[in-house]
């Protein structure tokens, strides 16, 4: 089954797409099979990253993105990472339905992942996903995440360049800087850039931006206006400088080097939890330490230790 799956991903079927994101995404039997062989086709790809405040105008403005780039010809997938519904643990969906207007077009790919509640709003299968994106050929994968905040430093880990959209009202941006974002961004995006305060925005950013030491990129900012379309070219043109950027100074393969490592430790992490949880012999060694746990003759951090001793025995 999965060799036929991996057959008519080979041949531009997007039916297999699907089931090859579906299957990663659920870490189903023969995830780690396809993965494997998909790996030697990953790299080439621009990710990029989209994070705000909810309300900032993502959606709108990943959808005018993917348009241009169609334009162009370039092929794109999107990630549309959702809330995590607490009914079903699936996504909500919403994203997928705000950008109709160009799910219908052969090349463009649209996924809605649900971040079932990892840290930042990305969960492993969200790189995963991405992965299975770029080896079946997609030019441009754009990850849109839930939220903004110092956990939003996942999606740094994620795409090549990070766009940090705010809003006029989206708060005090200095104090946003201050959460994160300034480690983060590669570009800002003030969108509903026509409404009162886009000015002021622009200009503390501008300034903050500029009294801090980094490398030598600075993160631009850009004005936009989604819903008209207004500011995508500068956008655009932006995004191509950084890559650029990210080329010449050797940036790119140091953070997919990155990447690589952060993938390794994950798997890891994830093997190791389910090896350990998963003994019986495990579960109920640790069900013998509950009451000297409760009678407080013991802690759970020593516990823990006698358990990573105990483990590192056998």
Do not use: C
């Not at 430790?265 to 994830?270: G, L, T, Y």
């Amino acid at each position: 089954m999965i060799d036929r799956l991996l057959t008519e991903f080979s041949e531009g079927k997007r039916a297999a797409l699907a089931r090859a994101v579906s299957i990663v995404e659920n870490h189903r039997p023969g995830a780690d099979t396809i993965l494997g062989a998909l790996h030697p086709r990953i790299g080439r790809a621009r990710r990029i990253g989209m994070t705000g405040p909810p309300g900032a105008g993502k959606s709108t403005l990943t959808t005018r993105l993917v348009e241009s780039m169609r334009a162009e010809g370039l092929t794109v997938g999107v990630l549309a990472v959702d809330p995590t519904s607490p009914f079903t643990g699936g996504a909500l969906l919403g994203d997928r339905i705000r950008m109709e207007s160009v799910a219908l077009d052969p090349g463009v790919y649209i996924r809605s992942l649900a971040t079932r509640g990892a840290l930042g709003g990305l969960s492993s299968a969200t790189r995963d996903a991405a992965d299975v994106l770029d080896a079946f050929g997609l030019l441009r994968v754009i990850i849109e995440t839930v939220g903004v905040g110092q956990s939003e430093l996942d999606i740094a880990r994620t795409a090549d360049t990070s766009v940090v959209v705010l809003v006029p009202e989206s708060g005090d941006a200095i104090q946003a800087l201050k959460a994160g974002l300034m480690e983060i961004a590669d570009l800002f995006v003030v969108n509903k850039s026509d409404r009162p305060g886009a000015d002021r925005l622009r200009k503390d950013l501008d300034a903050a931006l500029h009294m801090r030491a980094r490398s030598d990129w600075t993160p631009p900012v850009v004005a936009t206006v989604g819903v008209e379309g207004t500011g995508i070219p500068e956008l655009r043109a932006a995004l191509d400088r950084h890559h650029q950027y990210l080329i010449d100074s050797g940036t790119l393969t140091e953070r997919r080097k990155a990447r690589w490592r952060e993938r390794v430790m994950d798997a890891v992490d994830q093997r190791l939890r389910a090896r350990l949880w998963g003994d019986p012999g495990t579960q109920e060694w640790l069900a013998a330490q509950l009451d000297p746990l409760d009678a407080g003759t013991t802690t759970p951090l020593a516990v823990a230790d006698a358990l990573l001793a105990r483990k590192g025995e056998t």
